[in-house]
């Protein structure tokens, strides 16, 4: 049982560091360069996104069965298409910013590679509860990520981080963190999300090229010192005959 | 004569100065993933160029002659995908049959376009802005033109970038990246070019 | 025509577009690959020694120096 355990939370964590969508697999850059102007509009985007997806999840999970293997691209087309008309119907009637700041990036989660990759590559194999927490893992791992790029363009191009436009049940307020007048206004443009996304990418490609010259280092030392304690025992038999 | 001049400005609005990759951020993944080669993203171009059209021309009659009278224009985002994904397999199937020298270039991207985000981009702002037909034309002739000249533009860049001495962290996707900002620092350039029509 | 007319329309015309999809998508699985596009697949043996820059499968530079 306890090691059941352990494998739902490997299982969620995936998503969020190893297999990261956006980081590591990149997919769905579309809406993560698009709606990361602010921390709020990802914060939405990424809830969309968490919802549509594990709703899909489960569904192709509970349907895996039934669906005959030749039209299975189709039918989860259709059945993610259903829930983003859903979602997006839910978003215009409650939270009309929302629905207004993500535009067409709302329909557009239709075609986002993760969703359609998800359901193909594990909710069709495996079972629900363990589809759905791989579409909790991958959807907060993407959101985080999206929170991620939002939090660096928002402050260097802003200046700062304002709550309250776009989810209005909670009161407005602004934290200036940068001067007015100093903030850099190239990162709320499309350059800027370039950037940043190119920047973020890097400094990851930096960690793995560190981990695996360390990690060739220590077997290069390894192989070494085996070298010397062959020689050395060689000697000794010598010595000792 | 005027509608004509109109047209026109709309579809190099829509090409240059709005630029569907690097202002409006549709169709990132194959603008990453299939440009390291000029011929393969001229093929992929092409053949989105080619859905791009039809499918406006299908989706817009459909939303505002068939949704929007019976009262169901929500349904729009699954009318478009499903025309969308059809049109793919049926030109797929049209290529796979009867042209096989263009299935030898096309024929691994055409199941991409199918969640290339431009093509259902292009079709779902044309019916949310409420643009006419014309107007919807002019946006998918653009926007996928558009489309075609960043992607082909960006391959070439890619080419020479390969052979580039880039720091090691900057190798593959994070120059790319750069390069592209770049690319979009010089298209906000072009922001101000009909500013003096008006 | 009424409006139910319409919605009859509007939903016949979404099952027939459902319908075209899997038709068109099952008919793609099922046609042959033609002939000389059956392993469009990178070949290790052709494609190490082979140095056209413009082939997509050419790794080039970015592998390893």
Request: charged share 15%.
């Amino acid at each position: 049982m306890a090691k059941e355990k352990g494998q739902t939370k490997l299982n969620f964590l995936k998503g969020i560091a190893n297999e990261n969508p956006l980081f590591v697999s990149i997919l769905g850059t579309c809406p993560a360069l698009a709606t990361t102007k602010s921390v709020e509009a990802a914060i939405g985007m990424g809830l969309l996104f968490t919802i549509v997806l594990v709703c899909s999840n489960i569904l192709v999970s509970l349907l895996r069965k039934l669906i005959p293997e030749e039209i299975r691209t189709p039918a989860y087309i259709v059945i993610i298409a259903t829930f983003v008309t859903i979602v997006k119907m839910f978003t215009n009637a409650f939270l009309p910013e929302l629905y207004s700041t993500l535009g067409v990036f709302i329909s557009l989660i239709v075609v986002n590679c993760i969703v359609l990759g998800r359901a193909e590559a594990y909710a069709s194999k495996n079972k629900v509860f363990d589809s759905f927490i791989d579409a909790l893992g991958m959807g907060v791992g993407y959101t985080l990520a999206l929170i991620l790029m939002a939090f660096f363009r928002e402050l260097l191009g802003t200046g700062a981080f304002s709550f309250g436009k776009i989810f209005t049940f909670i009161p407005y307020f602004k934290l200036q963190i940068i001067p007015v007048g100093y903030e850099i206004s190239l990162f709320q443009n499309p350059a800027g999300a370039f950037i940043v996304f190119a920047l973020i990418l890097a400094v990851i490609q930096f960690i793995k090229n560190r981990k695996a010259e360390l990690k060739a280092y220590n077997e290069r030392q390894e192989k070494i010192r085996k070298a010397q304690e062959a020689k050395l025992a060689a000697q000794n038999k010598e010595g000792g005959n | 004569m005027n509608t004509f001049i109109a047209f026109l400005l709309a579809i190099i609005s829509s090409m240059l100065i709005d630029n569907v990759v690097l202002s409006r951020f549709y169709g990132i993944c194959p603008f990453l993933g299939v440009s390291k080669k000029v011929n393969s993203s001229l093929g992929m171009g092409v053949a989105v160029v080619f859905v791009i059209i039809l499918a406006t021309v299908i989706c817009w009659p459909l939303y505002n002659y068939v949704l929007v009278p019976a009262g169901i224009a929500f349904m729009d985002t699954v009318a478009y995908i499903l025309v969308i994904a059809s049109l793919v397999q049926l030109v797929g199937l049209f290529i796979k049959k009867y042209s096989p020298s263009l299935y030898k270039t096309l024929g691994i991207y055409l199941p991409l376009i199918t969640t290339n985000c431009a093509v259902l981009g292009v079709a779902q702002s044309n019916t949310d802005q409420g643009l006419n037909f014309v107007e919807s034309l002019a946006n998918g002739i653009g926007t996928s033109v558009g489309f075609l000249l960043i992607i082909v533009v960006f391959s070439c860049i890619r080419v020479r970038l390969e052979s580039a001495n880039t720091p090691k962290a900057f190798k593959g996707l994070p120059i790319a990246l750069i390069t592209a900002a770049i690319m979009a620092i010089a298209f906000m350039g072009l922001q101000g070019l009909f500013s003096g029509l008006n | 025509m009424s409006k139910t007319g319409y919605l009859i329309l509007a939903i016949s015309i979404l099952v027939a577009l459902v319908i075209i999809f899997i038709v068109s998508f099952v008919l793609y699985r099922r046609t042959p690959v033609p002939k000389g596009c059956e392993d469009i697949k990178m070949n290790d043996e052709k494609c190490s020694s082979c140095g056209h820059s413009e082939c997509s499968f050419y790794k080039g530079s970015s592998e390893e120096k």
